[in-house]
């Protein structure tokens, strides 16, 4: 099960388990693009769209009783859906502007974590992977928003790995550096209105391995980390970021 299964990294990451065998539930915001994504995807496998706003309670229990109805379980839960906010510096950022992130980025989350886990304690195993951010473990100007609700996944993801290890179940959260998403073409605007490009060219000159990342970088770890080939790790922190953790 994937939220903001309709998005960049969502997607890939849809196709990479549908191409290991898995049966796929996509959950986004937008049934058109979880339509136009299904389309894509159907040739690969089973896949099952969910219409859902992921800060809303009944939403989310939704997608979690219509999931367990048709498969009777949750094997993997990508915990991924995101929205970047507003580009400004602190001073300019509203308290509606915090909420509306906070609302996506931590209440989402928050709740994903706890309807999927009642079901994965239930079963007695399971794996969550929370998308976090690089933004998730250090700062950067003109997006603190953003930035707090990621550190926010951080601790989500560290207090329920510690809560639900005894029930075999592994909760762990992904640290991507920029990655080649809309995503990531909103924030490049955001930081240079009209001058993206150069944003870009910028942003790629502060990546060691010098590019972006691309969201098969990001199913790759996922895969790993939904697989029995991590069954040991919980509660860690995993950059995805060509080096950036290193500076
Ligand atoms: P994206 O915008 O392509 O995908 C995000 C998806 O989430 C979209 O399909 C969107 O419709 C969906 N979504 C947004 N709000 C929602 C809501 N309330 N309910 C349900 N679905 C909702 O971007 P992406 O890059 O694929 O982002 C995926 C995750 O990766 C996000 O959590 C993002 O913060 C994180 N991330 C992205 C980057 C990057 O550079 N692209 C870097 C680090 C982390």
Redesign the pocket.
Known sequence: MI????????KVSAKRFLEEGAKVVL????QE?LDQTKAELDKLGEVITIQ????QEEDVKNYVDKTVERFGKIDVFFN?????GKVAPITEQKVEDLDKVLA??VR?VFLGLKHVLAVMKEQGYGSVIN?????GLSGSPNVTPYIAS?HAVVGLTKATAVEVAPYKVRVNSIH????N????RS?EEGFAPGQAEAAKADMEKSIPLGRYGE?EDISNLVLFLASDESSFITGVQYRVDGGMGAL
């Open positions: 939220t903001g299964g309709a998005g960049g990294i969502g959950v986004d915001l937008f693009s859902a706003d992921v800060s991924n859906a995101g929205i970047e996506v980025n989402g998308t976090s951010s690089v933004a990621k991507p550096s920029p990655v998403t809309r995503m990531m924030l969201s």
